[in-house]
């Protein structure tokens, strides 16, 4: 109840960041992804916005409000490492570019400001936005978030996507002019990505994305570790769009941290990736997602192919024993389903591709933590760590889809969303 007035005072004041208050739950199955176990009737509190004690014998701090998951699975809350908040292709036949040339900068942040509330009320309480934020609205987002104007998931954002000449967009007329510039920065040496970097940290980016193949030409490896040296020195991880080739190789001998995608690596790749530490984001994406909203013959056979290279080149990933953090990527919009239950849909892939619930589990929390160089703060329920998890009524180790049925979320100690 006195959450419930605070909450409606804070419709009349403006919201208010994270409240002052303790909050003890009561966690009927704890779960541990780090270690794939299951802890019984565990005490949970969360004092302004921290987890200050766990256990089963925690006493719970006199004047706490209570909060009963003893029915619940609880565990820390969900990670994508590869999201587009504000950015949605637009439905229709409309070229991808149509976003930059009929949405503003305003326009894309309200639009992440909604998607945002969707993914974390399904569980999302982290996300790594890996650019396609016009100019900067991701950052912009992520201040909103951080002042508690709006709730949203804590977010990691890439500002404006570097690559070669041209951003992500092939065959233009040279007449139109490098109207990419709205979302990318052009930067073809070592010297020109260095100020790129340079740019976006000074405008708020928190990790460092690159694209690198999206023309017939891509970065060296030089070209690649100068990005990494230049990230690594500013503190920021150094992601980078590949699907494969040689110019993944590059990729993954200059020094990334993650290679994105990555549709097209061999065993080979993915073995140097395991020796080098290198984390795979996957986005693998469900051949339905593949097809689209207008699909045709052809491009459903184009569908069905890369699908299923997604899902054996995840099944060789497992098998080799990368690194794998859960990354979405998912952009479209398909009838009936919101963002986050299209983020769900990648747990079938993962399933079709041999990798156990424990290690889904992990990719998508301990894992995601580890890349976006959080684990200190987030990815665990233990003390000392922000208060954000979620839970469900049933047990994700055992069904991996349970977790589209997160009835329960919490974040920086805020209860977002309560069982009813
Ligand atoms: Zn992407």
Redesign the pocket.
């Known amino acids: 109840m006195y959450r419930n007035l605070v909450l409606a005072m804070a419709l009349v004041w403006g919201a208010l960041p994270a409240m002052a208050q303790t909050i003890a739950i009561r966690a009927g199955n704890l779960i541990d992804p780090a270690k794939g176990t299951v802890s019984k009737d565990q005490i949970i509190v969360v004092k302004d916005g921290k987890i200050t004690a766990v256990g089963p014998g925690v006493s719970i701090p006199k004047g706490a409000e209570v909060v009963d998951l003893s029915k619940e699975w609880v565990m820390p809350g969900l990670m994508d490492a ?3 908040v504000t950015f949605q292709e637009i439905p229709g036949k409309a070229p991808f570019e149509a976003m930059y040339l009929k949405q503003s900068t305003a326009y894309r942040a309200l639009e992440g400001v909604h998607i945002g509330q969707v993914l974390l009320n399904a569980g999302i309480t982290t996300m790594r936005d ?3 934020e016009a100019d900067y609205a991701c950052v912009e987002l992520r201040k909103a978030i951080q002042a508690g104007w709006v709730d949203g998931p804590t977010m990691l954002c890439a500002g404006k996507i570097i690559g070669p000449f041209g951003g992500q967009s092939k065959g233009m007329p040279q007449e139109i002019g490098p109207f990419w510039l709205h979302e990318y920065i052009d930067a073809d040496t070592a010297d020109e990505i260095r100020k790129a970097i340079h740019q976006n940290i000074y405008y708020g980016a928190d990790v460092i994305k690159l694209a690198t193949d999206n023309s017939d030409y891509f970065y060296t490896e030089e070209e690649i570790r100068a990005a990494a040296d230049e990230a690594h020195n500013a503190g920021r991880a150094l992601a980078v ?1 590949v699907y494969g080739g040689k110019a993944a190789d590059n990729v993954i001998r200059g020094g990334a941290d993650s290679v ?2 990555g549709f097209a690596l061999t065993v080979d790749q993915l073995k140097l990736m395991k020796e080098k530490g290198t984390y795979l984001v996957g ?1 693998d994406f469900p051949e339905a997602h593949l097809a689209g909203l207008n699909p045709s013959n052809e491009t459903l056979a184009d569908a069905k192919k890369l699908g299923d290279q997604i899902i054996e080149r995840l099944k060789n990933a497992n098998n080799v024993g990368v690194k794998m953090a859960f ?1 979405s ?1 998912t ?1 479209t919009v398909l009838p009936g389903k919101t963002r986050a239950d299209m983020v769900f849909d990648y747990l079938a892939i993962w399933k079709a591709a041999g990798v156990s619930n424990a290690d889904i589990l992990k990719a998508m929390t301990t894992n995601c933590a580890d890349l976006l160089r959080i684990s200190k703060e987030r990815g665990a329920i233990t003390e000392g760590q922000y208060g954000d998890l979620v839970a469900m009524p049933g047990n994700p180790l055992q069904e991996i889809e349970s977790l589209r049925k997160v009835n329960f979320v919490m974040k920086d100690g805020k209860v977002i969303r309560e069982v009813k």
Do not use: I, R
């Open positions: 590869h999201t587009h890996v650019g396609n769009h994105e995608h986005t990354g990527d952009v």
